[in-house]
T-cell receptor, first 116, second 116 residues
Framework: AQSVTQLGSHVSVSEGALVLLRCNYSSSVPPYLFWYVQYPNQGLQLLLK??????LVKGINGFEAEFKKSETSFHLTKPSAHMSDAAEYFCAVMNLPIQGAQKLVFGQGTRLTINP | GAVVSQHPSWVICKSGTSVKIECRSL??????MFWYRQFPKQSLMLMATSNEGSKATYEQGVEKDKFLINHASLTLSTLTVTSAHPEDSSFYIC????????????FGPGTRLTVT
């Protein structure tokens, strides 16, 4: 079974500082990996995805993530945090069975707080 | 493009009553829709997968007679919480997979259910 572990349920950074949100996955097959952002009382918005193409993936709002197979990691980064980045972030791995629908398995989430 | 809506956005109902939540893909056809539940400060847990015109597939531990899912058309899936209890209070989020896509899901804004 596939799983995702997000290290740190809460990360706090200063405005303008580097954002690093950690995600490690477990998968017996090459995974598809996703990062989503959730603002309070809203659904999920896709930030970026890895689907076995380039290992460095660029997403929206200046975020990027690097797939490292040797480390089974897919950490999310942003060079300079903005106040509007404050939200909950979820890493997810997709189960790709031969038959049936592909299911997303989510990590526990990381709440990002930006200090002025 | 790829917009998913949910209705209502929030609902309060009395214990023992039933409530229906709608999930619509507004600008695309969705062969598969997913229903998730999210408790406060927790991650999303997949409840069931519904395919248009067929019975939903429920995850282990989810009562299919309590959470009735109907996916009658390529743009609409409904989740009915029957005989609701306070412990059913949660944030319910749906997602839809576009016909012809093999993995990408688009999420709705969620429905906050409070059972009193």
């Amino acid at each position: 079974a596939q799983s995702v572990t997000q290290l740190g349920s809460h990360v706090s950074v200063s405005e303008g500082a580097l954002v690093l949100l950690r995600c490690n996955y477990s998968s017996s097959v090459p995974p598809y990996l996703f990062w989503y952002v959730q603002y309070p009382n809203q659904g999920l918005q896709l930030l970026l995805k890895y689907t076995s193409a380039a290992t460095l993936v660029k997403g929206i709002n200046g975020f990027e993530a690097e797939f490292k197979k040797s480390e089974t990691s897919f950490h999310l980064t942003k060079p300079s945090a903005h106040m509007s980045d404050a939200a909950e972030y979820f890493c997810a791995v997709m189960n790709l069975p031969i038959q049936g629908a592909q299911k997303l398995v989510f990590g526990q989430g990381t709440r990002l707080t930006i200090n002025p | 493009g790829a917009v998913v809506s949910q209705h209502p956005s929030w609902v309060i109902c009395k214990s023992g009553t039933s409530v229906k939540i709608e999930c619509r893909s507004l600008d695309f056809q969705a062969t598969t829709m997913f229903w998730y539940r999210q408790f406060p400060k927790q991650s999303l847990m997949l409840m069931a997968t519904s395919n248009e015109g067929s019975k939903a597939t429920y995850e282990q531990g989810v009562e299919k007679d309590k959470f009735l899912i109907n996916h009658a058309s390529l743009t609409l899936s409904t989740l009915t919480v029957t005989s609701a209890h306070p412990e059913d209070s949660s944030f319910y989020i749906c997602s839809a997979r576009m016909a012809g896509s093999n993995y990408e899901q688009y999420f709705g804004p969620g429905t906050r259910l409070t059972v009193t």
